[in-house]
């Protein structure tokens, strides 16, 4: 069994910053890329970052210049820092990565409950 565990989510003001973590845990080999997806109100879900197992970072253009993802791979964790935070940023943020859980499975994508951001004055 594996597990995704999102925290960090909140209320902000625009300009305002909040920092997301998600914990893995359970049986696990290795993970593979991990990343942060966002879910608005009557939109598709996004990608908005994403990290590969060696920590090279891609990130949606809208986020660009002021959230940074980063990982610990040695605690099997993801955070994104956001920064300048904006009206539009208002979504429920999910966690996402393609876990190995044994040497003879392949990679499986896993997902956290998600948890709400909302940036309003």
């Known amino acids: 069994q594996v597990q995704l565990v999102e925290s960090g989510g909140g209320l902000v003001q625009p300009g305002g910053s909040l920092r997301l973590s998600c914990a893995a845990s359970?049986?696990?080999?290795?993970?593979?890329?991990m990343g942060w997806y966002r879910q608005a109100l009557g939109k598709q879900r996004e990608l908005v970052a994403a990290i590969s197992s060696g920590g090279s970072p891609t990130y949606v253009d809208s986020v660009k210049g002021r959230f940074t993802i980063s990982r610990d791979n040695a605690k099997n964790m993801v955070y994104l820092q956001m920064n300048g935070l904006k009206p539009e940023d208002t979504a429920v943020y999910y966690c996402n990565a393609e876990i190995v859980r044994s040497l003879w499975l392949r990679a499986q994508d896993y997902w956290g409950q998600g948890t709400q951001v909302t940036v309003s004055s």
């Open positions: 359970g049986s696990i080999f290795s993970i593979n890329t």
